[in-house]
Each structure stands twice: as structure tokens, then as C-alpha cells.
């Protein structure tokens, strides 16, 4: 018994896992887990960087946001389901225990060094928000309002904070648009000139004047006066051809503008060019005030509207011509001494109209000097007496010729005497300062070189004209060197006497220099706005023009108008270091 029983405990413990299974009692399997899907929205300014978008449940989803280039998460908010993700030690966002799908939030992230600009303009068009980077000037655009035209930008709903022309702006912010009318105009910084032709008829000639009527506002009450009649045509050589043009005006009776003496003609100048806007202004002002120039003429910035349609910022300036308040020397005489007007102009000789003999004259220096293949080098034109006129006579014409090649032919051979008993040296001195200090391209004067002669009298230098091509604007114009181009001007220069002049004249000068800079400084607070209009009716400073010039100098690197007035600033702070320096030893 004993025995038996002994062998069913043995049987039972080894068939025990067959007796487990055959009844239904086997370990049950491990079931999968469950899987959840968790999305970072997308947005703007940076990438997120995960093992996937899949976590299986009960765990915790991991990630990373990188910032992109210019943008900054400093500041940034990450949420699941309205709650705040934290950090890990290795800067990585956790979502703990993810137990459904899930979307993660993300705000708060900025720019970084960018600044965005947004425009109300104010029941204009819409315009969309400008983006820059810190410390860059910021290009404002226009606003446009049917029956308004856009003045300027304010940081303010009221109006009343005005954003300057080349403001620094280092924060986000609305800006809102000012207006005017071109019929109520409020008061601005420049002066406006208005000009409607008969019937509205376009100016296309530089020959035939248009009948006009000639508004003056937006300045003092005693410059300002309505409808003068007056016609006005086109003027300028190669600058007729480009899109901003120079204009002529010519009132029926005699008009003075902005103080200046009353005259008939005036001149609207473009300086299309110039980007600074600056260089006519400064050297004509300049001539001005230098006491051996007997005229020369004044220049004003005003705004030009031409039949309703806004033009531009243009330069004012007289006439160049004989008449009692400029060149005032004796015209309508017979004798043979009266008084001459000339112009060195090389023009001259390409203009069918011209006949040499009778309009004009040309020299002969000796072949140093001659320009090879250029007859038209060195033409004197008589602006008066003029060949029409009654009084002219050929005994005139002669007369003047003989003289200038006298002229000539002294200057050449360094005879100072007879020089100085032809010339009047203190016009020569100034008129020549000119072109030293604002190293004029122009300086050999092929054109614009302006000399007059009054019965009886020396020949005299004036007035001066035409320097947009000056202060660095084209190659060859040395900041620190002295400009010899002129071979009159290096003729004189090897005169002992007139060298020592001229030397003396520029060290009495320091006020005449010093008021250069402060006309700097004026027009960039006077006219800040105007030159913003300007430049957005001309969208042309990112423009190289001309092209054979600017392409050789500085000038092309230079994208802004604040760019071209800091060259023109600082070009001539170098010339004027320079001639401190130096000239009491050339």
C-alpha cells in the first residue's frame, strides 16, 4: 500500500503542467500597448526636432525647438490642453504620461534685430507691413488717397509726431498717413511752386515757351503771390533727356522770387544726377558769398507741381544773363568797346543755328593744351551782344575775339603784367576757388564757363554754373590733391604773384568754408520731407547714372539718400582737411 501510494505522487508532481494546461489554467499572453499621436504646431521662426510623433501610452513625449536665423523663443510659450510644458535639464519640452492624442500650442516667439512697421494710411490704399533689420533706415513707402497727396508719416494718430526722413526707428509700431491737398496745402518745410500751362499742355520743347500761369506757396506771406502769367519752355543739354527735366521760365513782367531782385527769367534745375541733391546748392551759395564774384546766382530748393502732377524737388536759381540786377554791364551800343557776355561752350559748334564768325569764336592755345580731336574744345559764344540784335555789329564781334586771345596768349606766357592789365585777378582768384574746393570735374570748362567784359573795363570771371558733377561724383576728383585741369588756371598757377594770391585768398576764407557745412546741415532739417517726396516720385537712388562715371567711383556702393549726403559731407570735410594742410605749400 505503502508502495502505491508513492507512485501516484510521483506520477501527479510529474504530469502536474500537463494537468494545468489540459484544465484550462495556462499563463495568459501580454496584450500590445496602446499608441498616441502628439503634433507641435507649426509656425513661423522655428523647427522642431522629435524621435517621431508616435508615444505609447502612459509614457512621455519629448522634443526640442530650434530657433531659425533672426528669431528669438526666449520668451516663448509651449501648452497641452491649457497647461504649461516644463524643461528638461538638457532644455528639451516634456509631455509627461501621454494618454491621448494631443496637440501642442506654441506662442510668443519674436523676431530678433528685426523691427516690422504696419501703415494706416488713413482711408488710403492698403499697404502691407515693412520688416528691416535694427539699426538699417528704413525705406517708408507712399500712402495714396484719391484726391489727396501724401506728405508724411506720423507715429501718432493725432498727426502730430511726424517720422523725419531717415529716422532711426528701433521698435514695432503703427504708422499713420498725413495728406494734403494740392490746393490746401498745409505748411511744410518747402517752398511750392505751381505751374499750369494753357489748356494743360505738355512742355516738350527747349525752344518755343507755353503761355502759363506761375503760383508761389508754402513760404512767407510776402513771397507768395497767385496766377502770375508768365511761359515757360525746357532747358539743359544731355539732362533734357532724362525723366526729371529742367525747366525755364519766363515771366511777362518783371517778378522777384523769395526776396531775390525782380526779373523776368528763372531757372528750374533738376539735379537729377545728384542724388544728394546737395552739390549746385552748396557751390552756387558758396559763389555767393565770395565778394571778387560781382553776381553769381542765389539757389532755392522748392517743389515743383507741373499741370497737377507732382515733379519733384527742384533748385531755383536766376537767370544767367545781362540785366541791371546779374550781369550788369552796357548792352544796346554801337560802339566797338561795349559790353560782352560770353560763354566757353563747346555746344556751340555742334548747333546748326550757331555760325562761327558770328556767333562764336574759337582759340587756339598751343598744342599742350589742346584737347586732341575735339575742335569744339575751346568755342566762345556771345550771349551778348547777340548776333540778332539791332546794335550788333562785326566790329564788336572782332573786337572781343582779339581781346580773349589776348587774354589767352598772356596766361600762357606767364606775362602776370599784362594778365593783370587785361583781367580782373580778383575774379579770377574766386571764380577759381570754386572749382578747387569742390575739385569740379567740369573745371577745364568745356561748357558753363561764364566771363564778361563791361565797356571800357577788365574781363571778369562769372558767374559760376553747373557743378552736379563735382565733389567725387566722377573719377578723377581727388580728395587730397590739388585740381589743375583748368590750363588757364595752371598757366596762373606758375605765376609767382597770382599763385601767392590765391594762396592768401583761400586763408581769409575760413567763414565762406564753414557756412558750406551749415547749408549741409540746413537742408537735411529744411527739407527733409521734400526729399522724401522726392525720391518717391524718383525712385533712382539705388540707380548708377551715368554709368561711365559712377561706375568708376564710390558713388555706386551708395543705395540711399542719406548714403549720397553723407559722401557729399564727408568728401568735402576731407577737402577741406586737405587744403588746410597743404596749400601753403603747393
Known sequence: MKNKTMRFILITVLMGPFLLWATGCAPEETAEPKMYTVVVEEGEGYTVQAEGTSVEEGRSFIFSMIALEDYDLSEVTVTADGTALEKDDRGRYVLPNVRKHTIVRVSGVKLRNLVTLTFDTQGGGELDSL?????????????????????????????????????????????YAAYRGINDIVELDTPILIIHTEELAPVLSKEDYIAATVTVTNTIDEYEFANNTAGIRGRGNFTWDLEKKGYRI??????????????????????????????????????????????????????????????????????????????????????????????????????????????????????????????????YVLKSPESDDDNYTSAQFEFIRDYIVMVENAIIAGDYNMFISLCDEGSFIDYFMVDQVFTNWEANRLSSFYMFKDKGGKLKLGPLWDFDLAVGFSPGQPRNAFVTENYWFMCLMDMPEFKQHFIQRYLELDAQIEAIFEDIEYTLEAHSLAIHHNFEKWDITEVIYPEDYNSQTPMQYLKTYEAHAEFVEQFLSDRVSFLNTNIENW
Not at 533689420?133 to 509726431?161: I, M
Open 250 to 379: 519766363k515771366f511777362d513782367q518783371r517778378t522777384e522770387m523769395f526776396g531775390e531782385e525782380a526779373a523776368k527769367n528763372w531757372t528750374l534745375i533738376p539735379n537729377h544726377t545728384d542724388k544728394s541733391l546737395l552739390r549746385n546748392y552748396l557751390a552756387l551759395n558758396f559763389a555767393t558769398r565770395l565778394d571778387n564774384i560781382a553776381w553769381s546766382s542765389t539757389a532755392r530748393h522748392v517743389e515743383l507741381y507741373l499741370n497737377n502732377e507732382y515733379l519733384g524737388l527742384y533748385l531755383l536759381c536766376e537767370q544767367n544773363q545781362v540785366d541791371e540786377t546779374r550781369v550788369n554791364i552796357e548792352e544796346g551800343s554801337t560802339d566797338t568797346d561795349t559790353g560782352f557776355f560770353i560763354e566757353r561752350d563747346r555746344y556751340a559748334f555742334h548747333e546748326e543755328e550757331m555760325i562761327e564768325g558770328l556767333d562764336y569764336f574759337t582759340t587756339s592755345p598751343s598744342e599742350t593744351y589742346i584737347i586732341p580731336g575735339d575742335p569744339a574744345a575751346y568755342c
Open 131 to 175: 520688416t528691416f533689420r535694427l539699426g538699417e533706415t528704413p525705406k517708408l513707402p507712399s500712402a495714396k488717397k484719391t484726391g489727396f497727396a501724401f506728405s508724411h508719416w506720423c507715429s501718432d494718430p493725432a498727426l502730430q509726431e511726424k517720422i523725419p526722413l531717415g529716422a532711426e526707428i528701433d521698435q514695432n509700431m503703427m504708422l
